[in-house]
T-cell receptor, first 113, second 111 residues
Framework: GDSVTQMEGPVTLSEEAFLTINCTYT??????LFWYVQYPGEGLQLLLK???ADDKGSNKGFEATYRKETTSFHLEKGSVQVSDSAVYFC????????????WGAGTKLIIKP | NAGVTQTPKFQVLKTGQSMTLQCAQD?????MYWYRQDPGMGLRLIYY???????DKGEVPNGYNVSRLNKREFSLRLESAAPSQTSVYFC??????????FGPGTRLLVL
């Protein structure tokens, strides 16, 4: 079945460092891909998404490109801030008709001042 | 625009007690979902409702029941709570076109 694999955390970086969080997937067909973010004590919120190969999703300085050839959707940010500390989830859509999302396990990001 | 709301925010139960978690959305979405989140396990789908009047099991449905009361409301019931159901529960909704919108969560502790 479809699955999503994320790099394990926690990932600890200093402020202004470059961020990459790896996400790879296996899927039949052509899923949409998502990054969600969960700040401490809150629910998840959509960070960005891409719906077809070579699409780039971007928001709040974060970017991710849908790479069909490597089945990847890595999250990047050029200069992280303390306020980016959160848990990041990669997900893909199940287009089988019920619109379920298949979730990665989440990667905790800690940014130190 | 409240989005997705959940009640209660926090609950403590004793083993064997029952309770209902409430969820409502004001975005006119057709689809609604219940997840649980446990440390190191990510999100696991309990039940979902693709449209008003329908419900289906997700990955971990045992010990839970759901009711899609109307288009806005989707409740999750624990008939006889067990310590293994200690978790954070999230409700979400979508227009069916993939992006899901989440509530703030209910933290449940079963003693």
């Amino acid at each position: 079945g479809d699955s999503v694999t994320q790099m394990e955390g926690p990932v600890t970086l200093s402020e202004e460092a470059f961020l990459t969080i790896n996400c790879t997937y296996t899927a039949t067909g052509y899923p949409s891909l998502f990054w969600y973010v969960q700040y401490p004590g809150e629910g998840l919120q959509l960070l960005l998404k891409a719906t077809k190969a070579d699409d780039k999703g971007s928001n709040k300085g974060f970017e991710a490109t849908y790479r069909k050839e490597t089945t990847s959707f890595h999250l990047e940010k050029g200069s992280v801030q303390v306020s980016d500390s959160a848990v990041y989830f990669c997900a893909l859509s199940d287009r089988g008709g019920n619109y379920q999302l298949i979730w990665g396990a989440g990667t905790k990001l800690i940014i130190k001042p | 625009n409240a989005g997705v709301t959940q009640t209660p925010k926090f609950q403590v139960l004793k083993t064997g007690q029952s309770m209902t978690l409430q969820c409502a959305q004001d975005m006119n979405h057709n689809s609604m979902y219940w997840y649980r989140q446990d440390p190191g396990m990510g999100l696991r789908l309990i039940y979902y409702s693709a449209s008003e009047g329908t419900t289906d099991k997700g990955e971990v449905p045992n010990g839970y029941n759901v009711s899609r009361l109307n288009k806005r409301e989707f409740s999750l019931r624990l008939e006889s709570a067990a310590p293994s159901q200690t978790s954070v529960y999230f409700c979400a909704s979508s227009a069916g076109a993939e992006t899901q919108y989440f509530g703030p969560g209910t933290r449940l502790l079963v003693l």
